[in-house]
């Protein structure tokens, strides 16, 4: 064995190691947001119960929140949760919950450090994908394995990069975590390919340009699947409460502390229409690549048709939103229908559709 190569086996065993070791961390995390959501006291939570029943959504209808918490014309504001979405017209006036720490000191204690595993996490994974690229001299996303190591890793870099620019998306801390370790415990057992070089086809700095982008706008994609899910949720228990029927318990204390359905579902809608024009430049590389590496741009090869169907999928939503006013659950389940595509895209048509795009390195 050559000194090179006896390199590139040790950069790969560490890269074993690290994701390993990332997801031990992430696990952690996963823990720390189950004690920020079941510790988290329940005593402020009650404010939104309050301002989700008709009576006092029509009361706070009119009033007028001032910096300091002042309020005008005499009329009752709540002081917690400060933050109230206003939907179209015909929406409910709902509050945002206060989190999944109830406005708990102690459950916003457990929810700091989940986050801090959660970035301790990233770092170990973004340096398991480094470490991998460095073992093989290239894009480290030549088969699924590495894919998914490097969507993981992009998706909670994005995750993060909100909590940074201050977007109150802590929310999401806990389905993010579990979602990422059901993706590294697949990759790590069913996924994993060893080491190797790419095929002809791959080796191309298309590899950067093209799957970067396809990895990025599914990380991105999730996050705005992940609020439109949530906001189908929030947005039944709304409806039922302004009904006035008594949602069960588990729902009162779960529902009761997320966002209003309708900063879901603006949250969703925005994320999904930021990603979107990457997403169709990463089929106009795509066909770029394809048509240096087997002479056409176009040939309706399984991968291709599924991305053009993802791009239909979210050109539909994103067109319903913009011109025919969809907006709700409409809207949330074509959104869904969208993800939905783009998973069967990646896992579907690489795992079970021969094609010119099969790189999946499962046996």
Known sequence: MTIAAATNENLAHISNVLVYSAMAVYTLAFLAHIAEWVLGSRSKVGRTAAALTPAASAAAAPAVRVRGGQQAAGTAVLDKPAVVTRGAAGARNVPDGPGAAGGDVKGDLYGRVAVSLTT??????????????LSVQRAPWGNMYEFSLTFSTVAVGAYLAFLVAGKNVRWLGLPLVTTILLDLGLATTWLYTESDQLVPALDSYWLWIHVSTAIFCGAVFYIGAVATLLYLFRDAYEAKVARGETPSAFARSVMERLPAAATFD?????????????WTFTIIAGAIWAGDAWGRYWGWDP?????????????????????????????????????????????GVNIWVDGLHSYAGVE
């Open 303 to 347: 991968k291709e048709v599924w991305s053009f169907i993802t791009w239909i999928a979210y050109a539909s939503y994103l067109h319903a939103r913009a011109t025919v006013g969809w907006k709700g659950r409409k809207a949330a389940y074509l959104a869904l229908v969208a993800f939905g595509c783009w998973l069967f895209n990646y896992y």
């Open 120 to 133: 301790l996490g990233f770092l170990l994974e973004a340096g398991g994908v480094v470490a991998r690229a």
């Open 266 to 278: 603006k949250l969703a809608y925005r994320v999904n229409a930021a990603v979107f024009p990457l």
